[in-house]
């Protein structure tokens, strides 16, 4: 199987950023909002890295659904506001809040922030993600620690967070990736960590025994997202896309549907699963 290598380093789910420092990310923005007592039976989200890409999708696809909705972002206020728009647009009931899921402080006030705004949180997606690709022998430690930063440290950081506060009944749903399968070189700085994250995620299920809470997670293939596909030819796409037995790339709302599944009530017996939503491909 051919291995695309993008030199930006782009990844498979679309929501994954460059290794590079954030900005100012815990400034709290709610932009758009209805208050919990409007809607006092409704359930509410938090999805991490909402503002694009898979995040995006999960966001849109759960505000369809009925449920409040915090876009969680790092830095792109821009594309923050244009998902909760959409959102309301819809009919829908969505606010973003700025955060970077590997600060606990910043994490606990978008907690707050959800219940103040919405009374309570129901459902917790962990979109957010860093890539980097790099041979194990020329791996750049600096990087490494950055990427394990958000992917590993932002995922336990959220995880305690949802843990806590997450309401009886309700979900929490951590990204993971198929390269986990695959094992393509030049992804096991990547691997390593979201590895992590689907071994955290099966522990915290069993954790959470009595609270009926579920936890999984779902590990996407190659999905068609504007992050994946920039950079690469024709060629290199075609060839990704008729890796699974489907013969296509993923799509965002294919990534959705099954997180829209696992936090259903529908999908609640699933449970210290990993899904890996790929076509088939591995």
């Not at 030199?7 to 100012?24: E, F, H, K, N």
């Not at 309301?88 to 402080?105: K, L």
């Not at 099966?202 to 936890?215: H, K, N, Q, W, Y």
């Not at 699974?244 to 709302?253: F, N, Q, V």
Request: net charge negative.
């Amino acid at each position: 199987m051919l291995v695309i290598v993008h030199a930006r380093g782009v990844g498979d789910t679309g929501d994954d950023i460059p290794c590079t420092p954030l900005a100012q990310p815990c400034i709290i923005d709610c932009m758009t909002a209805e208050r919990a007592s409007n809607h006092p039976a409704r359930r509410v989200a938090i999805v991490t890295g909402g503002s694009r890409g898979i995040g995006r999708a999960v966001a849109h696809r759960l505000g369809a659904d009925g449920l409040a909705v915090v876009v969680n972002y790092a830095r792109d206020t821009g594309s923050a506001q244009d998902t909760v728009q959409s959102i309301t647009a819809s009919g829908g009931t969505a606010c973003a809040v700025a955060a970077d899921v590997a600060d606990e402080v910043a994490v606990e006030a978008l907690f707050d922030r959800a219940e103040a705004e919405f009374g309570g949180v129901d459902v917790v997606v962990n979109s957010a993600g860093r890539l980097a690709l790099s041979t194990i022998a020329d791996l750049d430690l600096d990087v490494l620690d950055q990427l394990h930063r958000t992917n590993i440290r932002g995922a336990f950081v959220v995880a305690r967070e949802a843990a806590r506060r997450v309401r009886s009944g309700g979900s929490i749903v951590n990204l993971s990736t198929s390269v986990v399968g695959t094992q393509f070189p030049t992804y096991g700085p990547y691997v390593a960590s979201k590895s992590a994250v689907e071994a955290v995620s099966m522990i915290l299920a069993r954790e959470l025994r009595g609270r009926d809470v579920t936890v999984n997670t779902v590990a996407p293939g190659p999905t068609a997202t504007a992050l994946f596909l920039e950079g690469k030819t024709e060629e290199q796409i075609e060839t990704l896309a008729k890796s699974p037995p489907l013969e296509r790339l993923g799509t965002p709302d294919d990534i959705a549907g099954v997180i829209a599944f696992l936090t259903s009530a529908q999908g609640h017996w699933v449970n210290g699963q990993n899904v890996r939503a790929n076509g088939g491909m591995v």
